[in-house]
């Protein structure tokens, strides 16, 4: 299947986002979702080849919600959250914000998004600039958007370093000066001074210290209570997103294979795919034993992947089938989706 970049500007005649939001429609939707990188020729009079990074995903976002979006490396998750924030052009497909198709949408419009959508990133310490003082970083989305006079936003500035649990002294410092922690929480005073409804957070404890990782995502449920942001919840570790998540999607080699509530995708996961990351979780507790699930092999490549289940190539339980028709999502409970065609016929 080969999807092409839809025409430069599709968006550029598109209404304006407001900012009040509407009860009951969700504040995020993604539908059918596909990106693909031309990568060069591997023989010179060889087809051209595509990375399949982001292949057909949907799915939607609640106000104040938090949707995590987990799979291994490679999977495509960080990819999906820059098509969201338009730092990646989708080959097709449709991302609405609040009821407004915001696909392909020019980037003067894209000016009055950023005020509603943000992005924390893994390295905090790349997403800073070293030369620019604390104050002056937490303070730059203002002055590029206007917003306030100068005493308003140095109130700002104090306000949200007081929410993320910073000292005021530090507008005076520089990114070095600060500990890994204290600089994601620059980087996350900075994302949410403007005030937005969504935030993508792409492995943002990631490159934290394991005692610092929780700190952090309490600091982000607090913030999400205070400011009802909702979040995009991109990490490769099921156990982090378990955290803070409300949903959880499952992302493998481009697609998603099962959605679900988060108690009810830990207590009762049905894709295998789900079912061995679980299962890979350490317990920190010797007594408890848990059926554990080898996976074989590394994922394949998204430049050719298997045909029919993606993963049917390290699945347990692999039928002919599975290599022969790709699985689509489908409901196996209420608000539970699995695409895995032995769960569909009832086999597991
Ligand atoms: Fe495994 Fe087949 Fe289900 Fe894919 S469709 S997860 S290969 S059982």
Redesign the pocket.
Known sequence: MSIEAPAAGPGADKPPVSRSGAEGRPLLEVKALYRYFGIKKRHLFGPAAKVQAVDGVSFSLAHGETLGLVGESGCGKSTTGRLVLNILTPSSGEIRFDGVDITGLAPEDWRALRLDMQMIFQDPLSALDPRMKIGDQIREPLDIHGIGDARERAGKVNEMLDAVGLPLGAVQRYPHELSGGQQQRVVIARALILRPRLIVCDEPVSALDVSIQAQVINLLKDLQARFKVAYLFISHDLSVVRHISDRIAVMYLGQLVETAARDELFDRPR???TKALIAAIPIPDPRVRRERVILHGDPPSAIDPPAG?R??TR?P???PI?GAET?VLKPAAEGHLVA????ESGE?
Do not use: I, M, T
């Not at 895995?340 to 769960?343: F, I, K, N, R």
């Open positions: 894709h295998p795919y289940c993963f049917h699945c339980h692999a039928k599975c699985p895995c065609h032995l769960v597991l």
